[in-house]
């Protein structure tokens, strides 16, 4: 492999993945604002109770055999025929999963209490479906690095949803608004990815194949299966425990922040998966790619997640008004979490280019044993209380396991991430102490002087930083340079 060919691809990649992204998530958050100024907390709570249940099925698909394509290099099978038995694989278990849902439906809204979901997760059933039809496509595009293509579907598949979203919630269609434009999306994902690939599914199927991707899929299978209770399991706790107003105005907060977030760390996964799949063999390359994209996901996302913990409640006063009462302190709290959060966020993907996408699935296990408890119990001290729990249960014990895996797998130790990251790492630390000394000690009412504060609180973080100068000149360099030299 020539590695000056390699990095010019994965440098093309890196900017339409980084477009892709940006354009997505900014539109995609950008609709929810506004249907949040049509809609109440608990319309969206509906429809999360709803999203829950199909997400769950998708763990199947989207975490399954299709990552294979991405990681098997062309040994004993060529990858057109890869491609066709995880094509024939996804739509036959989608179809099953469809069908199963659409028969739990009604009996789970019963169970839930909460008649209005049945139709909505019978219509929201569909992008199984869909999923299934286009994973295949994406999958190919990704393996050889074509993220320009993927722009072009994915502006087309997240303008789809707006389009349609927001006339049906002006015309008060409520939480139908929101459903009707899931799936318009989806419908334009597979049918612009069927346009475009030039791949189409033979009448193909080899169970030898199927039982080798299968060994790689069911521990992705597994990955995601944990990692849907990661990302539901508080949800869940809330429904039992809270409103569907509560669940709404919690699980928007969630959204919110997390959108951001995957605004900053998503164009790099798919390509640090593709790049390091390539990668595996060659240590020192491996290794360098991964510190390198650890270190600038890490400085974003904490970064972001200051602002969130100093300006939330202005942020959620702006953005959804106030019907919506309650929702910046939520901000603020989760943002820093996430932020924290973010210094492990790449380990997955790195598990997976190694072919041991089993680790993350493991890791997951383990964290879930402590959150179950730990949020059952949270959930009956109040809303507050029980998000403090997920922010610091988000944070420990996680990176413990994954800077033990990192180092057994490859080779990349816990002293050297933490010196990679070691000035970014305090300077938030010592703002997140002083934000919380300030909170208790004073208190202070008065949005004037409190604001002043955290710009004051957001300088001192960025002075912290002045050690790390030739890390953002040569970041900002490189950006500048993909953009302007990789067409």
């Known amino acids: 492999m020539d590695k000056s060919d390699f990095s010019n691809k994965v440098?093309?990649?890196?900017?339409?993945?980084?477009?892709?992204?940006?354009?997505?998530?900014?539109?995609?958050?950008?609709?929810?604002?506004?249907?949040a100024r049509f809609l109440t907390p608990d319309e969206f709570g509906v429809v999360t109770i709803a999203t829950m249940v199909i997400s769950f099925t998708q763990v199947f698909m989207t975490s399954g055999l299709h990552k294979a394509i991405v990681q098997k290099e062309e040994e004993k099978y060529r990858i057109e025929e890869i491609s066709s038995v995880v094509f024939w694989a996804n739509m036959f278990f989608s179809s099953i999963i469809f069908f199963i849902v659409f028969l739990i439906a009604d009996p789970l809204s019963h169970l839930l209490n909460e008649p209005r979901i049945a139709n909505v997760i019978k219509v929201l059933a569909l992008q199984i479906i869909f999923s299934a039809l286009s994973l295949v496509q994406t999958a190919l595009f990704q393996r050889d690095l074509k993220f320009k293509k993927l722009f072009w579907v994915r502006i087309v598949t997240v303008v789809a949803p707006t389009i349609l979203s927001i006339p049906?919630?002006?015309?008060?269609?409520?939480?139908?608004?929101?459903?009707g434009g899931q799936i318009f999306g989806?419908?334009?994902?597979?049918?612009?990815?069927?346009?475009?690939?030039?791949?189409?599914?033979?009448?193909?199927?080899n169970f030898n194949i199927f039982k080798e991707l299968f060994s790689f899929g069911y521990l992705s299978i597994i990955e995601g299966i944990a990692g849907w209770f990661v990302v539901w399991l508080d949800a869940i706790v809330i429904g039992v425990y809270f409103s569907t107003n509560e669940l709404g105005l919690y699980r928007t907060a969630s959204s919110f922040v997390n959108a951001i977030m995957l605004l900053l760390v998503s164009p790099v996964t798919p390509v640090l998966y593709s790049a390091l799949s390539r990668?595996?063999?060659?240590?020192?390359?491996?290794?360098?790619?991964?510190?390198?994209?650890?270190?600038?996901?890490?400085?974003?996302?904490?970064?972001?997640?200051?602002?969130?913990?100093?300006?939330?409640?202005?942020?959620?006063?702006?953005?959804?008004?106030?019907q919506w009462k309650g929702i910046g302190i939520i901000i603020s709290i989760l943002g820093i979490?996430?932020?924290?959060?973010?210094?492990?966020?790449?380990?997955?993907?790195?598990?997976?280019?190694?072919?041991?996408?089993?680790?993350?699935?493991?890791?997951?296990?383990?964290?879930?044993?402590?959150?179950?408890?730990g949020y059952i119990f949270a959930g009956g001290l109040g809303l507050i209380y029980f998000v403090l729990a997920k922010a610091i249960l988000m944070n420990f014990p996680?990176?413990?396991?994954?800077?033990?895996?990192?180092?057994k797998i490859f080779n990349v130790s816990f002293?050297?991430?933490?010196?990679?990251?070691?000035?970014?790492?305090?300077?938030?630390?010592?703002?997140?102490?002083?934000f919380i000394m300030y909170s208790f000690v004073f208190n202070n009412n008065s949005v004037y002087i409190n604001t002043i504060i955290m710009f004051i609180l957001l300088l001192l973080y960025f002075i912290c930083l002045i050690p790390e100068k030739q890390f953002f000149k040569k970041t900002v360099f490189t950006v500048k340079n993909t953009i302007s030299k990789v067409s």
């Open 337 to 373: 979490a996430y932020g924290f959060k973010a210094l492990c966020s790449l380990n997955g993907e790195a598990y997976r280019a190694k072919g041991r996408p089993g680790i993350n699935a493991l890791v997951m296990s383990i964290n879930l044993m402590i959150y179950i408890p």
């Open 11 to 35: 440098a093309s990649a890196s900017k339409w993945s980084l477009f892709t992204e940006l354009s997505a998530k900014l539109i995609g958050p950008f609709s929810l604002i506004i249907l």
């Open 398 to 407: 996680q990176p413990i396991w994954h800077f033990y895996y990192s180092k």
């Open 186 to 205: 989806s419908l334009a994902n597979t049918i612009v990815l069927w346009t475009i690939t030039k791949w189409k599914p033979s009448f193909y199927f």
């Open 168 to 179: 049906l919630a002006i015309l008060g269609l409520g939480y139908w608004a929101i459903v």
């Open 279 to 322: 990668l595996q063999s060659d240590q020192h390359m491996f290794k360098t790619h991964f510190l390198q994209a650890q270190k600038l996901v890490f400085f974003v996302s904490i970064t972001v997640g200051i602002i969130f913990l100093l300006f939330g409640d202005i942020i959620g006063n702006i953005i959804y008004g106030s």
């Open 415 to 434: 002293k050297e991430v933490f010196n990679n990251i070691k000035f970014v790492f305090w300077a938030a630390t010592g703002v997140l102490i002083v």
